[in-house]
């Protein structure tokens, strides 16, 4: 079946450094969803990216669709305090409509 | 103000009491659906459903029952709560299954001992 791993499962860094998250599937995809989790909160959309090779930022967030379609990446760029969270990417594949969560990372920032 | 709202938020409870976790949204979405959340296992899909008396089994559905009697309301229903039903629930709904955003309810943290 479906799988999608995501890499790493845990990241600290210091503030202002950047941090990266990897989503990687055995399908090609139709498209990926991401969704932020902040610590004691629930999963918040963050974007959804349907093309190949795509690319889309949102301020310090730099989101990228694979041209294999097979992969995604989330970059933060100068990582702050408030980043802290679950990062989760959400994929669907041509196969089936269903949506399959990966495993998340979750991202610690020291001030 | 569109939401996802599921009650209890905190429950701990005893091996083989029946439980239900409700949940209700208001934006008239079709699919609604309930994550477990579990330490290094990320969300998985316990059931979900397309519309009003349509149901369907996700990735780890046992142990657990749910209804769609109305489109707003999904409950679920642990009809004899075991030790490893302990999880972290949330109940979701989007305007319909694939490609659209998932809006997820506070999450509710149940404990059976």
């Known amino acids: 079946g479906q799988q999608v791993m995501q890499i790493p499962q845990y990241q600290h860094v210091q503030e202002g450094e950047d941090f990266t998250t990897y989503c990687n599937s055995s399908t090609t995809l139709s498209n990926i969803q991401w969704y932020k989790q902040r610590p004691g909160g629930h999963p918040v959309f963050l974007i959804q990216l349907v093309k190949s090779g795509e690319v889309k930022k949102q301020k310090r967030l730099t989101f990228q669709f694979g041209e294999a379609k097979k992969n995604s990446s989330l970059h933060i760029t100068a990582t702050q305090t408030t980043d802290v969270g679950t990062y989760f990417c959400?994929?669907?594949?041509?196969?089936?409509?269903?949506?399959?969560f990966g495993t998340g990372t979750r991202l610690q920032v020291f001030p | 103000e569109a939401q996802v709202t599921q009650n209890p938020r905190y429950l701990i409870t005893v091996t083989g009491k029946k439980l239900t976790v409700t949940c209700s949204q208001n934006m008239n979405h079709e699919y609604m659906s309930w994550y477990r959340q579990d330490p290094g296992l990320g969300l998985r899909q316990i059931y979900y459903s397309m519309n009003v008396e349509v149901t369907d089994k996700g990735d780890v559905p046992e142990g657990y029952k749910v209804s769609r009697k109305e489109k707003r309301n999904f409950p679920l229903i642990l009809e004899s709560p075991s030790p490893n039903q302990t999880s972290l629930y949330f109940c979701a709904s989007s305007p319909s299954r694939g490609g659209n955003t998932i809006y997820f309810g506070e999450g509710s943290w149940l404990t059976v001992v």
């Open positions: 959400a994929a669907i594949s041509y196969n089936t409509d269903k949506l399959i």
